[in-house]
């Protein structure tokens, strides 16, 4: 498989639940990203990983919580959400100064 | 920080149309601009990546230029077809791995 894969596609979770967004590459790229898009709102950084290392937290709350074992994966543990967290939840990765590859996202409601 | 903007937000057009979009930012000291496009409730997928150094490029019918002095860049759509109706994207990459994004511009074309 080629890209970058994300699962579940969909996912529909209560305010006290535990989850986990997964995400896997296979370009052999060094950064991997999380992104949030919400309605009527340009995409927004979450999180940025380069050589598992995190470099980037753009002020996201702690009930979000990302994880980089190595350069092909990423997570993102879910934990006590909210109602306005419901969004599309993109992972992207890239290698240097070249382009983005995006995921297909996961589609999260928090009810 | 750095501000994209897109214009229009929206465009319908009659299918066999040549179309223009627009995407300005605010800081010129970019690495490259990217332009996506994205399918409802989809992930996106990257159309052209004009690196700082180039005026720029072409893939197909797509045709993305860059003028980084006066901070904007065109993406030329050639004889459009019903399927490219698709929100599209400008994403400009500054210092560091993050990509800031316009809001997109949503483009229907009709048969």
């Known amino acids: 498989e080629t890209g970058v894969t994300q699962t579940p596609r969909h996912l529909v979770m209560g305010m006290t639940n535990k989850k986990s967004l997964k995400c896997e590459q296979h370009l052999g790229h060094n950064a991997m990203y999380w992104y949030k898009q919400s309605a009527k709102k340009p995409l927004e950084l979450m999180f940025v990983y380069n050589f598992k290392e995190q470099t980037e937290n753009n002020s996201v709350p702690s009930r979000f919580s990302p994880e980089c074992p190595n350069s092909s994966h990423l997570f993102l543990h879910l934990h006590t959400l909210q109602p306005e967290d419901s969004a599309l939840y993109l992972c992207?990765?890239?290698?240097?100064?070249?382009?983005?590859?995006f995921g297909s996202g996961t589609r999260l409601t928090v009810v | 920080k750095q501000e994209v903007t897109q214009i229009p937000a929206a465009l319908s057009v009659p299918e066999g149309e040549n179309l223009v979009l627009n995407c300005s930012f605010t800081d010129s000291a970019i690495y490259n601009l990217q332009w996506f496009r994205q399918d409802p409730g989809k992930g996106l997928t990257s159309l052209l990546l004009i690196q700082s150094s180039q005026r720029e490029q072409t893939s197909g019918r797509l045709n993305a230029s860059l003028d980084k002095s006066s901070g904007r860049s065109t993406l030329y759509i050639a004889a459009s077809q019903p399927g490219d109706s698709a929100t599209y994207l400008c994403a400009v990459r500054r210092s560091g791995y993050a990509l800031n994004f316009g809001k997109g511009t949503s483009l229907l074309v009709t048969p």
């Open positions: 992207a990765s890239s290698q240097d100064n070249y382009g983005y590859t």
